[in-house]
């Protein structure tokens, strides 16, 4: 990290290098796909930042998961020169499962740039990024990317945006940052147009972390912005929610070359090293002060990550058990909001119960997990958090189907809502209510943006958001449909546990909190899918669902008659040995179930939403 | 003997066997001559059994064949009353053909008859017609393999009914003379036939464990005993060629992707196999070299439990105490007594397949315990036998 040689002295604050009054700070917000890592690459290149030598596509994206998926989960932050001026691009994660991370980044900026592709038009995620920044008073510059593109259309796209945040079509800059046509009039305009940071240099410390990452070899890094006063090397630094004191080891920018800096003052931003192993303890919103010279008041708008989804993550081999603990150990020194406690299930043995912020944070959690730490992994159903007020007057937080307490002790359960915004196109308005209808969702607002594109908003429970509703809306919009939702509190709820029983013995993996009236329907659904995973053992085998102690579905696998009656002469014998040797071997994988062997194929795929 | 050519491909068929390959035939045999002599430099003894497979034997003329067979008995020698099967196929048969294997030492033949029925030969892609086979029979009747021959049939194939395959199990037993043997296969699908691409047509386990049980019923009537799961006989009739492998004899295989079998001191054996390509084979064998293409050795243990697995599907069935007791008392097996008592120890009790067992032998192979041969009671499993797996709720 240190590329630019020897520790600047730590005697006495070094001056601010760069002219407050030509910094430029920004974030492009964009759909995924709409093409920002293609302008930040083009920028990279235009202002000579990195050499065309060096430049490779979705230059800042650091992680694989990133790159294979085209979406950015941790930011990258870079310092670029444009005719004299300091150009901070600040990036934000694509997702609105990271929505809380995207608003610390907006409260690095001054102005955001909001991308949007010519063909597509603007975005569900977009928007709500685009309403985010007009809640911080951030200067907008919407770019239309794409213009290449035979598909294209800036007029309509333009008069999209007009309509829906005010913004004149005739200022929206139209950009291609494929080719680079545009790119260097869209810097010119970000110079022109975003206003200079404010700030004290002389008033006491005030800095905002709003990134934090793990390096193996440095602890945390973290991303920070300077509002007022200057952030030196050396300095004995307070973390004002933490409430603990660290060292300012290191300090520096991201050209995009980490690069060693003395000082940092009012508007600069960069990254800090200071001796923290857990980032826990430098979380997004975090504000750093002088412990010499403390600020009066922290930053505003600091959150506690609030997991929203939770599933049961076990090792396909109970022995991995440890290993799964450490995994999930490391894996949150880089992402701080992984929840995970042991839970232990009857059929999967020892595991955790893990929080995640969102759907697309628990796929990425569960991925790095089998691909960084080697682990195999089967996932129950994702859930979310029920609140149980109890017949003796106190409140239970389920995270699990199995925490769910008997009926008899339950007054009322309340389930968490969000309000979810879908921008989609106008003829798939009736279909797209009808899903929304079907998951018990309430109409708040539905708004034409042009004749072409509908703004719907609904109050919709999360546990039908988190099943597979992003699919659904997508299927039924053929993939022109976006989403964002945030959360809109707990509701009661005519809410029951379905459970399912295998040869009458319930099995704990598959039990699940819905709605009373989609009980049948998914103990049904559930029962139906068994009988075909459940391979026929030699009894027939009852597959039941259940609910508040009635059975509500049943399915039978048929008792086996017949295996294979291939003939076994001189030629068949090497091969039936072999055969049978890797049959007994499945069989010691399979778990016994109230006598049914039930490979583990058939709890992954019995898990698995979309089937 | 492997004769890997047929005059077409059935579309269920995963043996190694090539149409279209007539210009290799005699080269082909040339190199099974060099494979034999081979064989009897290595100083095998005497054949107890021949046995010609295939693919379809009798598609070879009948010299180039007997040709074979003889190179065998001058070189290695035939045991006295050594079986010596060919597999025929019923539509390309002759009496001259017949007559010429008779003559040439032949003792058994084996019929490719698959169905009696025209629209399940069509539904397996069987060339021949049900006359066909009655004609077989009658040829193989005057050339002397009455009492001699033996059918195969298989069972389950893409609308195929219940009476179709009554009729066919009927009509073998009704020909002239009458087989002494019959092999009913369940039709199974193999990865990479033609079959296997085509789901629609896979046979369903639940007919075809009722047209084995009416086989079952329908043979025994007729005389015809099972003494290996897909094998029937009139007593005395049973193939002793397959009762070789089934007790872990020893045999060499000659011709492409034909099997080996020796035993090697320790308890140990060897397995290998040939390369499968006929033009390979011959190019090996007209090198100077072996026609081996893998192999592998079987230590004690995995013998042991092999021999198990052999012996299980058989009417010798396995020592009881190589079940346990729940298998014992599952209905999959019954216990037998196997002969008089020795030296003041009791009869041996064997566990044999019931109906039931041999429609679920994988199953019971499954929890066959290697090193328990011999023990004849075992003590019942207590709570540790979590190790088992269920058979029963």
Not at chain 1, 16 to 25: E, G, H, K, L, W
Not at chain 1, 169 to 198: H, N, Y
Not at chain 1, 401 to 421: D, S
Not at chain 2, 295 to 310: C, D, M, S
């Given at each position: 990290?240190?590329?630019?040689g020897?520790?600047?002295?730590?005697?006495?604050?070094?001056?601010?290098?760069?002219?407050?009054?030509?910094?430029?700070?920004?974030?492009?917000?964009?759909?995924?796909?709409?093409?920002?890592?293609?302008?930040?690459?083009?920028i990279?290149e235009?202002?000579?930042?990195?050499?065309?030598?060096?430049?490779?596509?979705?230059?800042?994206?650091?992680?694989?998961?990133?790159?294979?998926?085209?979406?950015?989960?941790?930011?990258?932050?870079?310092?670029?020169?444009?005719?004299?001026?300091?150009?901070?691009?600040?990036?934000?994660?694509?997702?609105?499962?990271?929505?809380?991370?995207?608003?610390r980044?907006?409260?690095?900026?001054?102005?955001?740039?909001?991308?949007?592709?010519?063909a597509?038009g603007?975005?569900?995620?977009?928007?709500?990024?685009?309403?985010?920044?007009?809640?911080?008073?951030?200067?907008?510059?919407?770019?239309?990317?794409?213009?290449?593109?035979?598909?294209?259309?800036?007029?309509?796209c333009?008069?999209?945006?007009?309509?829906?945040?005010?913004?004149?079509?005739?200022?929206?800059?139209?950009?291609?940052?494929?080719?680079g046509?545009?790119?260097?009039?869209?810097?010119?305009?970000?110079?022109?147009?975003?206003?200079a940071?404010?700030?004290?240099?002389s008033?006491?410390l005030?800095?905002?972390i709003?990134?934090?990452?793990?390096?193996?070899?440095?602890?945390?890094?973290?991303?920070?912005?300077?509002?007022?006063g200057?952030?030196?090397?050396?300095?004995?630094?307070r973390?004002?929610?933490?409430?603990?004191?660290?060292?300012?080891?290191?300090?520096?920018?991201?050209?995009?070359?980490?690069?060693?800096?003395?000082?940092?003052?009012?508007?600069?931003?960069?990254?800090?090293?200071?001796?923290?192993?857990?980032?826990?303890?430098?979380?997004?919103?975090?504000?750093?002060t002088?412990?010499?010279?403390?600020?009066?008041?922290p930053?505003?708008?600091?959150?506690?990550?609030?997991?929203m989804?939770?599933?049961?993550?076990?090792?396909?081999?109970?022995?991995?058990?440890?290993?799964?603990?450490?995994?999930?150990?490391?894996?949150?020194?880089?992402?701080?909001?992984?929840?995970?406690?042991?839970?232990?299930?009857?059929?999967?043995?020892?595991?955790?119960?893990?929080?995640?912020?969102?759907?697309?944070?628990?796929?990425?959690?569960?991925?790095?997990?089998?691909?960084?730490?080697?682990?195999s992994?089967?996932?129950?159903?994702?859930?979310?958090?029920?609140?149980?007020?109890?017949?003796?007057?106190?409140?239970?937080?389920?995270h699990?189907?199995?925490?769910?307490?008997?009926?008899?002790?339950?007054?009322?359960?309340?389930?968490?809502?969000?309000?979810?915004?879908?921008?989609?196109?106008?003829?798939?308005?009736?279909?797209?209510?009808?899903?929304?209808?079907?998951?018990?969702?309430?109409?708040?607002?539905?708004?034409?943006?042009?004749?072409?594109?509908?703004?719907?908003?609904?109050?919709?429970?999360?546990?039908?958001?988190?099943?597979?509703?992003?699919?659904?809306?997508?299927?039924?919009t053929?993939g022109?449909?976006?989403?964002?939702?945030e959360?809109?509190?707990?509701?009661?709820?005519?809410?029951v546990?379905?459970?399912?029983?295998?040869?009458s013995?319930?099995?704990?993996?598959?039990?699940?909190?819905v709605?009373?009236?989609?009980?049948?329907?998914?103990?049904r659904?559930?029962?139906?899918?068994?009988?075909?995973?459940?391979?026929?053992?030699?009894?027939?085998?009852?597959i039941?669902?259940?609910?508040?102690?009635?059975?509500?579905?049943?399915?039978?696998?048929?008792a086996?008659?017949?295996?294979?009656?291939?003939?076994?002469?001189?030629?068949d014998i090497?091969?039936?040995?072999?055969?049978?040797?890797?049959?007994k071997?499945?069989?010691?994988?399979?778990?016994?179930?109230?006598?049914?062997?039930?490979?583990?194929?058939?709890?992954?795929?019995a898990?698995?939403?979309?089937? | 003997?492997?004769?890997?050519?047929?005059?077409?491909?059935?579309?269920?068929?995963?043996?190694?066997?090539?149409?279209?390959?007539?210009?290799?035939?005699?080269?082909?045999?040339?190199?099974?001559?060099?494979?034999?002599?081979?064989?009897?430099?290595?100083?095998l003894?005497?054949?107890?059994?021949?046995?010609?497979?295939?693919?379809?034997?009798?598609?070879?003329?009948?010299?180039?064949?007997?040709?074979?067979?003889?190179?065998?008995?001058?070189?290695?020698?035939?045991?006295?009353?050594?079986?010596?099967?060919?597999?025929?196929?019923?539509?390309?048969?002759?009496?001259?053909?017949?007559?010429?294997?008779?003559?040439?030492?032949?003792?058994?033949?084996s019929?490719?008859?698959?169905?009696?029925?025209?629209?399940?030969?069509?539904?397996?892609?069987?060339?021949?017609?049900?006359?066909?086979?009655?004609?077989?029979?009658?040829?193989?009747?005057?050339?002397?393999?009455?009492?001699?021959?033996?059918?195969?049939?298989?069972?389950?194939a893409?609308?195929?009914?219940?009476?179709?395959?009554?009729?066919?199990?009927?009509?073998?037993?009704?020909?002239?003379?009458?087989?002494?043997?019959v092999?009913?296969y369940a039709?199974?699908?193999?990865?990479?036939?033609?079959?296997a691409?085509?789901?629609?047509?896979?046979?369903?386990?639940?007919?075809?464990?009722?047209?084995?049980?009416?086989?079952?019923?329908?043979?025994?009537s007729?005389?015809?005993?099972?003494?290996?799961?897909?094998?029937?006989?009139?007593?005395?009739?049973?193939?002793?060629?397959?009762?070789?492998?089934?007790?872990?004899?020893e045999?060499?295989?000659?011709?492409?992707?034909?099997?080996?079998?020796?035993?090697?001191?320790?308890?140990?054996a060897?397995?290998?196999?040939?390369?499968?390509q006929?033009?390979?084979?011959?190019?090996?064998?007209?090198?100077?070299?072996?026609?081996?293409?893998?192999?592998e050795?079987l230590?004690?243990?995995?013998?042991?439990?092999?021999?198990?697995?052999?012996?299980?599907?058989?009417?010798?069935?396995?020592?009881?105490?190589?079940l346990?007791?729940?298998?014992?008392?599952s209905?999959?097996?019954?216990?037998?007594?196997?002969?008089?008592?020795?030296?003041?120890?009791?009869?041996?009790?064997?566990?044999?397949?019931?109906?039931?067992?041999?429609?679920?032998?994988?199953?019971?192979?499954?929890?066959?315990?290697a090193?328990a041969?011999?023990?004849?009671?075992?003590?019942?499993?207590?709570?540790?036998?979590?190790?088992?797996?269920?058979?029963?709720?």
């Amino acid at each position: 990290m240190r590329q630019t040689g020897g520790r600047m002295s730590d005697t006495g604050p070094a001056p601010a290098t760069v002219d407050q009054t030509r910094i430029r700070n920004l974030s492009i917000v964009a759909h995924i796909d709409h093409g920002k890592s293609t302008l930040s690459d083009r920028i990279l290149e235009l202002t000579g930042a990195v050499s065309p030598r060096e430049m490779r596509d979705q230059y800042l994206d650091s992680m694989d998961i990133e790159r294979e998926r085209g979406i950015t989960i941790k930011a990258q932050n870079v310092r670029v020169r444009w005719k004299g001026y300091t150009v901070h691009l600040i990036d934000t994660p694509g997702h609105v499962d990271f929505s809380y991370e995207v608003s610390r980044s907006l409260a690095a900026c001054e102005g955001v740039v909001l991308l949007v592709d010519a063909a597509q038009g603007i975005e569900a995620q977009t928007l709500a990024h685009a309403y985010l920044a007009l809640e911080h008073n951030l200067e907008i510059l919407a770019v239309l990317n794409k213009i290449d593109l035979p598909a294209a259309d800036p007029e309509r796209c333009a008069a999209e945006i007009e309509t829906v945040l005010g913004i004149p079509a005739s200022q929206i800059l139209r950009v291609s940052a494929k080719t680079g046509e545009g790119v260097a009039e869209l810097l010119d305009a970000i110079c022109e147009r975003i206003p200079a940071p404010a700030g004290d240099p002389s008033a006491p410390l005030q800095a905002l972390i709003f990134d934090s990452y793990y390096d193996q070899y440095r602890g945390v890094v973290s991303a920070v912005r300077v509002v007022n006063g200057v952030l030196c090397t050396g300095a004995k630094l307070r973390f004002m929610q933490t409430g603990r004191t660290h060292e300012a080891e290191e300090l520096g920018v991201r050209l995009p070359a980490p690069t060693e800096v003395g000082a940092l003052g009012p508007g600069e931003v960069g990254y800090l090293i200071a001796g923290i192993k857990d980032v826990g303890e430098a979380r997004s919103g975090e504000t750093v002060t002088e412990a010499a010279r403390p600020a009066q008041e922290p930053l505003a708008g600091y959150r506690e990550p609030k997991p929203m989804v939770f599933c049961g993550l076990y090792p396909t081999d109970g022995d991995d058990f440890e290993a799964l603990r450490d995994s999930l150990e490391k894996l949150r020194l880089s992402d701080s909001s992984i929840s995970f406690t042991p839970e232990t299930s009857a059929a999967l043995g020892f595991g955790f119960r893990c929080g995640f912020l969102g759907l697309l944070h628990m796929d990425i959690v569960r991925e790095r997990l089998e691909r960084e730490f080697g682990l195999s992994l089967i996932a129950t159903a994702p859930s979310v958090e029920y609140l149980a007020r109890l017949t003796d007057g106190t409140t239970a937080r389920l995270h699990s189907p199995a925490e769910m307490p008997p009926p008899q002790r339950i007054a009322q359960v309340e389930e968490p809502y969000v309000q979810a915004t879908m921008l989609l196109p106008a003829e798939s308005t009736g279909t797209v209510m009808e899903l929304c209808q079907g998951r018990r969702g309430e109409m708040v607002r539905m708004e034409y943006l042009s004749p072409e594109r509908v703004e719907l908003v609904y109050k919709l429970p999360l546990s039908e958001v988190v099943m597979d509703f992003f699919d659904a809306l997508k299927s039924r919009t053929r993939g022109y449909a976006s989403l964002d939702y945030e959360p809109a509190g707990f509701v009661p709820g005519d809410l029951v546990k379905v459970d399912i029983l295998l040869n009458s013995v319930p099995v704990d993996a598959f039990s699940a909190i819905v709605h009373r009236s989609d009980a049948a329907e998914h103990g049904r659904r559930m029962a139906e899918k068994l009988r075909e995973l459940i391979p026929r053992q030699l009894f027939d085998v009852p597959i039941q669902a259940a609910a508040g102690g009635r059975i509500i579905a049943r399915e039978t696998v048929k008792a086996k008659r017949k295996d294979v009656l291939a003939k076994c002469y001189g030629g068949d014998i090497t091969r039936k040995r072999k055969l049978l040797e890797k049959q007994k071997e499945g069989k010691k994988r399979m778990k016994s179930i109230g006598r049914v062997e039930v490979p583990q194929e058939a709890f992954i795929q019995a898990l698995r939403l979309d089937s | 003997m492997h004769v890997p050519f047929c005059q077409r491909r059935c579309g269920y068929c995963a043996f190694a066997t090539w149409s279209g390959l007539s210009h290799l035939w005699a080269r082909y045999v040339r190199a099974c001559r060099l494979e034999v002599a081979r064989a009897v430099e290595e100083g095998l003894g005497p054949a107890t059994s021949v046995f010609f497979g295939g693919g379809t034997p009798s598609l070879l003329p009948a010299e180039m064949l007997t040709g074979l067979l003889g190179d065998l008995c001058s070189g290695l020698g035939l045991a006295t009353g050594a079986e010596v099967t060919v597999e025929c196929n019923p539509e390309t048969l002759t009496p001259q053909l017949l007559r010429a294997y008779r003559q040439g030492g032949v003792t058994r033949l084996s019929f490719g008859v698959q169905s009696m029925v025209p629209h399940v030969l069509a539904s397996l892609g069987r060339d021949h017609r049900p006359g066909s086979v009655v004609r077989a029979a009658a040829w193989a009747g005057e050339a002397g393999f009455e009492g001699a021959y033996s059918v195969d049939l298989i069972f389950g194939a893409a609308g195929e009914a219940m009476g179709d395959w009554e009729a066919s199990l009927l009509g073998v037993l009704a020909l002239d003379p009458p087989p002494v043997h019959v092999s009913a296969y369940a039709l199974s699908v193999e990865p990479g036939t033609a079959l296997a691409r085509q789901p629609d047509r896979r046979p369903d386990d639940d007919d075809q464990a009722r047209k084995y049980a009416l086989a079952d019923e329908v043979l025994a009537s007729a005389g015809l005993e099972w003494y290996e799961i897909s094998n029937w006989a009139r007593p005395g009739a049973e193939c002793s060629h397959n009762l070789l492998y089934w007790s872990q004899g020893e045999y060499i295989g000659i011709g492409a992707a034909a099997h080996s079998h020796r035993v090697l001191p320790g308890g140990r054996a060897r397995r290998w196999w040939n390369v499968a390509q006929p033009e390979r084979y011959c190019q090996r064998l007209e090198a100077g070299r072996a026609a081996e293409a893998a192999g592998e050795t079987l230590g004690p243990a995995e013998r042991q439990w092999e021999g198990l697995v052999l012996a299980l599907r058989t009417r010798t069935g396995v020592p009881a105490g190589a079940l346990a007791p729940e298998v014992l008392e599952s209905g999959l097996v019954e216990l037998r007594p196997v002969g008089p008592p020795v030296a003041g120890r009791p009869a041996a009790t064997r566990a044999v397949l019931t109906l039931q067992g041999r429609l679920l032998a994988n199953e019971v192979s499954l929890r066959l315990q290697a090193g328990a041969q011999g023990q004849l009671h075992r003590p019942r499993p207590e709570a540790a036998s979590g190790a088992m797996v269920p058979l029963v709720p």
